[in-house]
Protein backbone atom coordinates (compact mmCIF):
# COMPACT_ATOMS: atom_id res chain seq x y z
CA UNK A 1 0.00 0.00 0.00
CA UNK A 2 1.24 3.39 -1.12
CA UNK A 3 1.31 6.14 1.63
CA UNK A 4 -0.23 9.54 -1.38
CA UNK A 5 2.66 12.05 -0.91
CA UNK A 6 5.31 8.92 -1.18
CA UNK A 7 3.70 7.74 -4.40
CA UNK A 8 2.47 11.36 -5.56
CA UNK A 9 6.58 12.35 -5.31
CA UNK A 10 7.83 9.35 -6.87
CA UNK A 11 5.29 10.58 -9.79
CA UNK A 12 6.91 13.65 -10.00
CA UNK A 13 4.78 15.98 -7.65
CA UNK A 14 1.80 16.11 -9.57
CA UNK A 15 -1.04 13.73 -10.73
CA UNK A 16 -4.28 13.28 -11.87
CA UNK A 17 -6.25 11.40 -8.71
CA UNK A 18 -7.46 8.02 -10.63
CA UNK A 19 -3.90 8.05 -11.61
CA UNK A 20 -2.95 7.42 -7.93
CA UNK A 21 -5.98 5.35 -7.58
CA UNK A 22 -4.04 3.05 -10.53
CA UNK A 23 -1.84 2.39 -7.86
CA UNK A 24 -4.11 1.41 -5.31
CA UNK A 25 -4.55 4.49 -3.28
CA UNK A 26 -8.40 5.21 -2.33
CA UNK A 27 -10.25 8.55 -2.38
CA UNK A 28 -10.29 8.14 1.49
CA UNK A 29 -6.52 8.21 1.60
CA UNK A 30 -6.15 11.22 -0.64
CA UNK A 31 -8.74 13.22 0.95
CA UNK A 32 -7.20 12.37 4.30
CA UNK A 33 -3.83 12.95 3.03
CA UNK A 34 -5.07 16.94 2.04
CA UNK A 35 -6.69 17.10 5.36
CA UNK A 36 -3.55 16.59 6.85
CA UNK A 37 -1.92 18.89 4.62
CA UNK A 38 0.22 16.34 3.23
CA UNK A 39 -0.49 17.22 -0.29
CA UNK A 40 -2.57 19.81 -2.14
CA UNK A 41 -6.04 19.62 -3.79
CA UNK A 42 -5.48 21.62 -7.18
CA UNK A 43 -8.74 20.98 -8.20
CA UNK A 44 -11.15 18.23 -8.30
CA UNK A 45 -9.01 14.94 -9.69
CA UNK A 46 -5.11 16.70 -9.08
CA UNK A 47 -3.02 16.66 -6.30
CA UNK A 48 0.51 18.36 -5.75
CA UNK A 49 3.30 17.75 -3.21
CA UNK A 50 4.08 20.80 -1.45
CA UNK A 51 7.11 20.25 -2.62
CA UNK A 52 6.29 21.02 -6.45
CA UNK A 53 6.93 23.96 -8.51
CA UNK A 54 4.79 27.06 -8.29
CA UNK A 55 5.03 26.83 -12.37
CA UNK A 56 4.19 24.06 -12.60
CA UNK A 57 1.58 23.77 -9.84
CA UNK A 58 0.18 26.55 -11.96
CA UNK A 59 0.22 24.84 -15.28
CA UNK A 60 -1.53 21.86 -13.74
CA UNK A 61 -4.05 23.87 -12.45
CA UNK A 62 -4.93 25.42 -15.62
CA UNK A 63 -5.11 21.70 -17.39
CA UNK A 64 -1.49 20.56 -18.51
CA UNK A 65 2.15 20.60 -18.28
CA UNK A 66 4.29 23.82 -18.65
CA UNK A 67 6.06 24.85 -22.27
CA UNK A 68 7.60 26.64 -24.53
CA UNK A 69 10.25 29.22 -23.12
CA UNK A 70 9.24 28.66 -19.27
CA UNK A 71 10.08 24.72 -19.71
CA UNK A 72 13.14 25.61 -21.20
CA UNK A 73 13.77 27.64 -18.68
CA UNK A 74 12.69 25.75 -16.03
CA UNK A 75 14.69 22.44 -17.40
CA UNK A 76 17.79 24.44 -17.32
CA UNK A 77 18.03 24.88 -21.12
CA UNK A 78 18.16 28.46 -21.60
CA UNK A 79 18.99 31.01 -18.30
CA UNK A 80 16.59 33.75 -18.94
CA UNK A 81 16.94 36.56 -16.65
CA UNK A 82 13.03 36.96 -16.47
CA UNK A 83 10.11 34.46 -15.70
CA UNK A 84 8.51 33.79 -19.19
CA UNK A 85 4.78 33.51 -18.93
CA UNK A 86 3.59 29.83 -18.57
CA UNK A 87 2.72 28.47 -21.98
CA UNK A 88 0.58 25.66 -20.52
CA UNK A 89 0.22 22.31 -23.31
CA UNK A 90 -3.17 21.23 -22.33
CA UNK A 91 -3.02 18.05 -24.95
CA UNK A 92 -4.79 18.18 -28.28
CA UNK A 93 -8.19 18.38 -27.00
CA UNK A 94 -7.49 19.44 -23.78
CA UNK A 95 -9.76 21.65 -21.19
CA UNK A 96 -8.81 24.83 -19.69
CA UNK A 97 -9.78 25.30 -15.70
CA UNK A 98 -10.22 28.51 -14.70
CA UNK A 99 -8.04 29.55 -11.83
CA UNK A 100 -6.86 32.50 -9.55
CA UNK A 101 -4.24 34.85 -10.97
CA UNK A 102 -4.22 33.18 -14.47
CA UNK A 103 -2.20 34.80 -17.39
CA UNK A 104 -1.86 30.85 -18.67
CA UNK A 105 -1.47 30.92 -22.50
CA UNK A 106 -2.63 27.58 -23.81
CA UNK A 107 -1.66 25.27 -26.79
CA UNK A 108 -3.24 22.68 -27.82
CA UNK A 109 -0.69 21.14 -30.25
CA UNK A 110 -0.57 17.84 -30.98
CA UNK A 111 2.64 16.98 -29.87
CA UNK A 112 3.60 15.90 -26.49
CA UNK A 113 2.78 13.24 -24.17
CA UNK A 114 3.41 14.57 -20.81
CA UNK A 115 -0.21 15.18 -18.46
CA UNK A 116 1.72 17.71 -15.93
CA UNK A 117 4.62 19.28 -14.84
CA UNK A 118 7.16 20.35 -17.36
CA UNK A 119 7.07 18.88 -21.14
CA UNK A 120 10.24 17.40 -22.28
CA UNK A 121 12.95 19.51 -24.00
CA UNK A 122 11.89 18.26 -27.44
CA UNK A 123 8.47 19.28 -27.01
CA UNK A 124 9.24 22.29 -25.59
CA UNK A 125 11.26 23.02 -28.40
CA UNK A 126 9.03 22.48 -30.95
CA UNK A 127 6.14 24.47 -29.49
CA UNK A 128 8.09 27.51 -29.05
CA UNK A 129 8.66 27.44 -32.82
CA UNK A 130 5.24 26.96 -33.44
CA UNK A 131 3.97 29.59 -30.80
CA UNK A 132 6.28 32.42 -31.61
CA UNK A 133 8.48 31.49 -34.57
CA UNK A 134 12.03 31.03 -36.18
CA UNK A 135 12.77 34.61 -34.66
CA UNK A 136 12.27 34.26 -31.10
CA UNK A 137 13.41 30.65 -31.45
CA UNK A 138 16.73 31.73 -32.74
CA UNK A 139 16.67 35.08 -30.05
CA UNK A 140 16.31 32.99 -27.23
CA UNK A 141 18.65 29.90 -28.14
CA UNK A 142 21.51 32.94 -28.81
CA UNK A 143 21.66 34.14 -24.75
CA UNK A 144 23.00 30.74 -23.91
ZN1 LIG B 1 -3.99 29.53 -16.17
ZN1 LIG C 1 3.95 29.02 -26.31
Do not use: K
Request: hydrophobic residues 35%.
Amino acid sequence: MFDPHDLLTRLGGLAQGAQLQDYGVSRMQLSRAVRNGQIERLRPGVFATHGAADAERDAARHGGALTCAAALRHLGVWVMSTEPPPHVWVGRRGRVYPHSGCRCVSHYFRTGRVRFGVVDVETALLHLYRCEGEESFFAHSSRR
